[in-house]
């Protein structure tokens, strides 16, 4: 499996009037996290959502500027959103399951992708669980209400859910913050998995997270990035004094 | 010095609340005195039919010809539950349809427009009075009918459309406030996995909403089958089961309104009408508990 990384270049993004992230330029490396870390309101919430073009359903809200993937600009108007979601899965704060089966959660995006065949489709449920480490957990109960599952394990569900489109990279926003310190442990364990195949881009509140998980770290303030650099060098060695307050919890 | 301060506020707030207490008990033990004596009449009167009059009550429920003063007295409801069930459930599966693609438009197509403008004016649909419903489906969809179909263009299938015109709102404002309430986690979530704007409507808001539009379906239903007037204009009165839809019919309602005033009290005729009257109190009450246990169901 070949691994992508993402390039953004300048990007921009304004509800109406107002300019939410302003002129970021960011490199995400392949097999690669990287951390976006700042104060609430920064906008890295809303600049993650960009990248895999989320924003375009909130009316009012444009996104300028480049993002390369694979050698495409995805931000470009003629980028066939639907398929390129299919190469950018996404995690949200709250575990979001649909109202169906562990199964069908899961062979929800590749049936609309193309498989239809039931042994395929039976495949790609247990890779995708297996990767996401949930399958021991689930193995016996395939077919009953993924709404059943704990916080945690909707979580992990929702990350499969994600992987079985097999995506290039994975955004994660704060995908841990609503999850007790067991299940945290567990995704973050997951994330230094899944990092031997994918991009991941993951947006925290919770430092220590980030140093733990994180190769790279962005600190993001007002919309804009302020350092953008190796994670030990940004929690230990900060360029910048607002980075040095923001870690050190001068404010934020 | 605070604490005596204390014990005078207290006393004026003791009485405010048990001026409150009283007040609203007394509200809500009106409530189900009235109640409980409308059903209680109602079945009085409705059962008397069967103890005093000797009316078989599977002759009733399954009888064809509706005859209370004739010779001899000849008490056959089929009819008419057939007109209101056929009438109210195929306003349903008019208004179902329509209600939930209107809904899905105003909350996921065009929401400003949709929530600004179309809903008032659906809403407005419930505020007109039935009986403009009926003289409207009398002037318009009748002779239409007329023109197009066998028959005098009164019955069942005249009945069910101005029937569901008049349940269009209820049906359609509850999927709105269903699809409103979805968890907007849910759509994102499809929308991140490649899914389009279609297949996000028909696999993940459709059936996650169901249990609520089921509500919707069967407060429209419930509805319908209590609608009178409207109903007793359009469908031709006439007491038997018709051949087709476009044939004269009755219902429970439209056979009470029209006789009620033409029998005398305690005569074997009016009660009859009272045990038409008992038949669709009941009906309400179990369409009342499927909500009840639509809801319970969708909690879940």
Known sequence: ?252 | MAQPLDRQKAKPHLAEEWVGKIYTLFCIAFLIITIISIVYFVASKGLSTFFKNHVNVLDLLTGLKWAPEGEPALFGALPFIFGSFSTSLLAAAIAAPLGFCAAVFMIEIAPKFGRQFLQPVIELLAGIPSVVYGFVGLSVIVPLFRDIFPGQGVGIAAGSIVLSIMILPTITTIATDALAALPKGLKEGSYALGATRWQTIYRIVLPTTLPALMTGIVLGIARAFGEALAVQMVIGNAPHIPSSLFESASTLTSAITLSMGNTAMGTAANNALWSLGLILMIMTFIFVFIVRWLERRSKI
């Open chain 1, 1 to 252: 499996m070949q691994a992508f990384g993402m390039t953004v270049n300048d990007l921009s993004v304004a509800y109406g009037d107002r300019t939410a992230v302003k002129n970021v330029s960011l490199d995400f490396a392949p097999k690669q996290v990287t951390a976006l870390i700042g104060p609430s309101g920064c906008g890295k919430s809303t600049f993650l959502r960009s990248l895999n073009r989320m924003n375009d359903l909130i009316a009012g809200c444009t996104v300028t500027g480049e993002i390369w993937i694979r050698d495409q600009n995805i931000n470009s108007p003629e980028t066939d959103v639907v398929s390129l979601r299919q190469r950018i899965g996404m995690v949200w704060q709250r575990p979001n399951p649909f109202h169906k089966s562990i199964y069908e959660n899961i062979a929800f995006g590749p049936r609309y992708h193309g498989t239809k065949n039931k042994k395929q489709l039976d495949e790609i449920v247990e890779e995708s669980l297996r990767k996401a480490a949930l399958w021991d957990e689930t193995k016996d109960r395939l077919h009953n209400s993924a709404l059943a599952l704990s916080g945690g394990q909707q979580q992990r569900l929702c990350i499969a859910r994600s992987i079985a489109v097999k995506p290039d990279i994975i955004l994660m926003d704060e995908p841990a913050s609503a999850l007790d310190p067991v299940s945290t442990a567990k995704i973050e364990e997951l994330i230094a998995e899944l990092k031997q195949d994918y991009c991941i881009v993951i947006v925290t509140h919770n430092m220590h997270q980030a140093a733990r998980v994180s190769d790279k770290t962005a600190f993001f303030l007002s919309g804009e990035v302020v350092e953008y650099d190796l994670t030990p060098t940004i929690f230990t060695n900060p360029q910048r004094r607002e980075t040095n307050d923001y870690i050190t919890g001068r404010f934020g």
